[in-house]
């Protein structure tokens, strides 16, 4: 399946000059959704995890599914302010600003494997902003999960050298 032709770019969005990569097509048609998890869950190879992180708020979609398949806890990580207990907290930058994400302070476990998911990889400070709070909870992160990979802006080299996976590439 082509997923490409599930992604639509809306231009301008959310601010002037950023092409924004809509996944919503994507998530509509069922069997496209259906057909993603599973290539999603195929490039983990067999892999065992414990726990998946899943990005606010749209790598809140795929990340459950992905977690079910793999037997394993999800974990969100929100935006500052939006979880109700304790967190840790992780400030970065992005293409088009400044934001800060949270960690509830119990929700990994000292040498759980973990997979963090979100849908774009575009200037890497969102995915190494959440690799920083999974390792402060000490733990070890198996691979990174993204629906696009938008590689013209190199968002792997914020990254390191943990093992990035996507179902797309622009």
Not at 115 to 130: E, P, R
């Amino acid at each position: 399946m082509d997923f490409r032709n599930y992604i639509r770019d809306v231009v301008d969005f959310p601010n002037k000059g950023i092409t924004f990569k809509d996944i919503t097509p994507l998530l509509n048609n069922a069997e496209a959704l259906r057909k993603a998890n599973q290539t999603l869950f195929d490039k983990l190879e067999g892999q065992h995890i414990d726990k998946v992180v899943g990005v606010d708020s749209r790598g809140f979609i795929f990340a459950p599914l992905l977690a079910s398949k793999l037997n394993a806890g999800f974990v969100p990580v929100r935006k500052k302010g939006k979880l109700p207990y304790k967190t840790y907290s992780e400030s970065y930058s992005l293409e088009y600003g400044n934001d800060t994400l949270e960690i509830h302070i119990d929700a990994i476990q000292k040498g759980e494997k973990v997979l963090i998911h979100d849908d774009v990889l575009a200037t890497g400070g969102t995915a190494a902003a959440v690799c920083k709070l999974v390792e402060r909870l000490g733990g070890e992160i198996v691979q990174c999960n993204f629906l696009i990979e938008l590689s013209f802006l190199n968002g792997k080299d914020k990254i390191g050298d943990y093992p990035i996976k996507s179902l797309l590439q622009y």
